[in-house]
């Protein structure tokens, strides 16, 4: 699959235990923020989003996460289940003007075992 | 309602040839954005159009790579002459506002 030498940072776990991935973004004048999942040979699907004016925004199963003071960001997945299996990626933004473009981070390869 | 496509899905080609790739935003999207994924990197943007011009083209990693939009509508992003190093995953998104929405991206090898 693409995941194949990219050397990316892997969490494992049991189905059923929350996940927490982690994310470190670059731009502390980054206002958006946005968690994507990517399934082998499949492009970036949106998660969750947040905005730089809230710390927590919960989801369907998962939580977004960010603390501008040291500009992280994590994501938890509650429950988590073998389709929950994948390679995440955080992306930061900046929400003004109208270039949306993303930075995007790392990724980290989610294994959920049964 | 159809997501982004892009075509095509998987491209092999030799080295110092052309590859023309193709993206259906979703319609009505004006914002259009080309990224790609070298192997062993993260997903780095390459440009963005709004309808047919070009807003942000600062992620094009060279002369090589040329990206249209004419009409607004489906946009095109053609390598040549392609050389190795421009292996990898080519994804494009579409979007109204913030939120992007992406393909399923052309994976392209260059032999």
């Known amino acids: 699959g693409e995941s194949v030498g990219l050397h990316l940072p892997t969490l494992s776990v049991q189905e059923g235990d929350n996940s927490i991935i982690n994310c470190a973004y670059s731009?502390?004048?980054?206002?958006?923020f946005i968690w994507y999942k990517q399934e082998s040979g499949k492009g970036p699907q949106f998660i969750i989003d947040i905005r730089s004016n809230m710390d927590k925004r919960q989801g369907q199963r998962v939580t977004v996460l960010l603390n501008k003071t040291v500009k992280h960001l994590s994501l938890q997945i509650a429950a988590t289940q073998p389709g929950d299996s994948a390679v995440y990626f955080c992306a930061e933004s900046l929400s003004g003007g109208s270039n949306y473009k993303l930075t995007f981070g790392k990724g980290t390869l989610l294994t959920v075992n049964p | 309602e159809a997501g982004v496509t892009q075509f095509p899905s998987h491209s092999v080609i030799e080295k110092g040839q052309t590859v023309t790739l193709r993206c259906d935003p979703i319609?009505?999207?004006?914002?259009l954005y080309w990224y790609r994924r070298v192997m062993g990197k993260e997903i780095k943007f390459l440009l963005h159009f709004v309808k047919e011009s070009k807003q942000d083209e600062s992620g094009m990693p060279n002369n090589r790579f040329l990206a249209e939009r004419t009409g607004g509508t489906y946009s095109t992003l053609k390598v040549q002459p392609a050389e190795l190093e421009d292996s990898g995953v080519y994804f494009c998104?579409?979007?109204?506002?913030?939120?992007?929405?992406f393909g399923q991206g052309t994976r392209l090898t260059v032999v």
């Open positions: 731009n502390s004048a980054s206002d958006y």
């Open positions: 998104a579409s979007s109204l506002g913030v939120q992007a929405f």
């Open positions: 319609s009505g999207h004006d914002n």
